[in-house]
Nanobody, 126 residues
Framework: QVQLVESGGGLVQPGGSLRLSCAAS????????IGWFRQAPGKEREGVSC????????YYADSVKGRFTISTDNAKNTVYLQMNSLKPEDTAVYYC???????????????????WGQGTQVTVSS
């Protein structure tokens, strides 16, 4: 049974950092794409970052490029999202999602992700 559990959210001041974790169980990450998405109140879900573990290729939304870094620890079967220089507009519930994706240099569309975590709240405020 595929399960994803996010953690690491919290309250942080503008300019601060957080590291989100997405712990996977029931499968190994080797040929899966893992995406991070976020949804703020009253706004549509937004794709933030994705990693295709078949070749390690990564994607970042323009709004987070240069500030966020996605990575995989295969030994821990966990994907991380390191978030630096956080801004109030980064405030949202962050979700990770997984989809079997044995293709390099590409990522699933958001509707193709079949497994989702429960989300973790990130609040950036002074």
């Amino acid at each position: 049974q595929v399960q994803l559990v996010e953690s690491g959210g919290g309250l942080v001041q503008p300019g601060g950092s957080l590291r989100l974790s997405c712990a996977a169980s029931g499968f190994t990450l080797d040929y899966y794409a893992i995406g991070w998405f976020r949804q703020a109140p009253g706004k549509e879900r937004e794709g933030v970052s994705c990693i295709s573990n078949s070749d390690g290729s990564t994607y970042y939304a323009d709004s987070v490029k240069g500030r966020f870094t996605i990575s995989t620890d295969n030994a821990k079967n966990t994907v991380y999202l390191q978030m630096n220089s956080l801004k109030p507009e980064d405030t949202a519930v962050y979700y990770c999602a997984a989809e079997y994706w044995p293709y390099g240099n590409s990522w699933p569309e958001v509707d193709d992700f079949g497994s989702w975590g429960q989300g973790t709240q990130v609040t950036v405020s002074s």
